[in-house]
């Protein structure tokens, strides 16, 4: 049979595994997930020890400049989540499955994650909901795709949710986490949820919680990378924190490029051949 596996690395041994990270949960220590979107950062971001990298469709705004996260297509995620699968050794790799490539029935739901599981060396996929998704979370999960659930502000329903607010409704929000865990996620995003019943939800749920904007309560955290490396162009919503200042080092590096070619002093002797 043709090998087309996507790259001739060896398979992913050194890899958190979906149960190592479902099991984090019941470790002292807080889990740790950030974003990536191609081969480069995704080797910088794992060499750094997260234990999970989250190929988000977030690359709608903070790749492709888009204003939320709807465009996305299922080849432009696979596109992006095959870079970063090649490039990770160490951490376990999620990609978000993009806007409707789950809500058009489960056995299409599963022919997406499938394909996403198959063309890159990612190990899950993540969608948005809970009570609303449990059939095809359970679907997915009995066609052996584990799936990572994502409730709270579901960012993909912006439009009807009428913008990026708050999720405050204590009982719905408990009910979605609840439903995905019971169909089967092995972890579950909690997005834009005040940080009280963030915590509770993390009590009565037996999955991790990883919090964005949810407070510290939460079994671990995930920040978009562009957010935390302070390149992001636009809006930067009030739970991000940057932890460097990239723009600046990025627009400065480059301005000296242009000085030093104008006034000659780049390419110097040791940059050319004789
Ligand atoms: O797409 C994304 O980056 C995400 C995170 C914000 C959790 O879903």
């Known amino acids: 049979m043709a090998n087309d596996t996507p790259s001739k690395k060896s398979p992913s041994q050194k890899r958190i595994t979906v149960?190592?990270?479902?099991?984090?949960?019941?470790?002292?220590?807080?889990?740790t997930m950030i974003t990536a979107y191609d081969y480069p950062m995704a080797r910088l971001v794992d060499?750094?020890?997260?234990?999970?990298?989250?190929?988000?469709d977030s690359l709608s705004m903070v790749v492709q400049g888009r204003e939320n996260t709807l465009a996305v297509t299922l080849d432009e995620?696979?596109?992006?989540?095959?870079?970063?699968?090649?490039?990770?050794?160490?951490?376990?790799?999620?990609?978000?499955?993009p806007f409707p490539s789950y809500h058009l029935?489960?056995?299409?739901?599963?022919?997406n994650a499938g394909r996403i599981l198959k063309e890159t060396r990612c190990q899950a996929v993540k969608l948005e909901g809970g009570v609303d998704q449990a059939e095809t979370i359970e679907a997915l999960v009995s066609a052996g795709i584990p799936v990572m659930a994502h409730c709270g502000l579901r960012p993909q329903s912006v439009h009807q949710l009428g913008g990026y607010r708050v999720q405050r409704d204590e009982n719905a929000l408990l009910s979605d986490a609840r439903a995905a865990a019971d169909a089967g996620a092995f972890a579950v995003v909690l997005?834009?949820?005040?940080?009280?019943?963030?915590?509770?939800?993390?009590?009565?749920?037996?999955?991790p919680t990883i919090g964005i904007g949810a407070g510290p309560d939460c079994d671990g955290q995930v920040l978009v990378l562009h957010d935390v490396l302070g390149i992001t162009c636009d809006y930067?919503?009030?739970?991000v924190k940057a932890y460097a200042d990239l723009q600046t080092e990025i627009t400065g590096a480059v301005s000296k490029f242009r000085d030093e070619v104008r006034g000659g002093q780049f390419p110097g002797p040791k940059h050319g051949y004789n």
Do not use: N
């Open 19 to 31: 149960p190592q990270f479902s099991a984090l949960k019941q470790s002292a220590q807080k889990i």
């Open 47 to 56: 060499e750094a020890g997260v234990e999970g990298v989250l190929v988000g």
């Open 77 to 97: 995620i696979i596109y992006h989540a095959e870079m970063v699968g090649r490039a990770i050794d160490r951490s376990l790799v999620i990609v978000d499955m």
């Open 105 to 111: 029935g489960k056995y299409k739901a599963i022919e």
């Open 191 to 207: 997005e834009c949820v005040p940080s009280t019943v963030a915590g509770r939800i993390t009590e009565h749920v037996d999955i």
């Open 236 to 239: 930067v919503p009030r739970f």
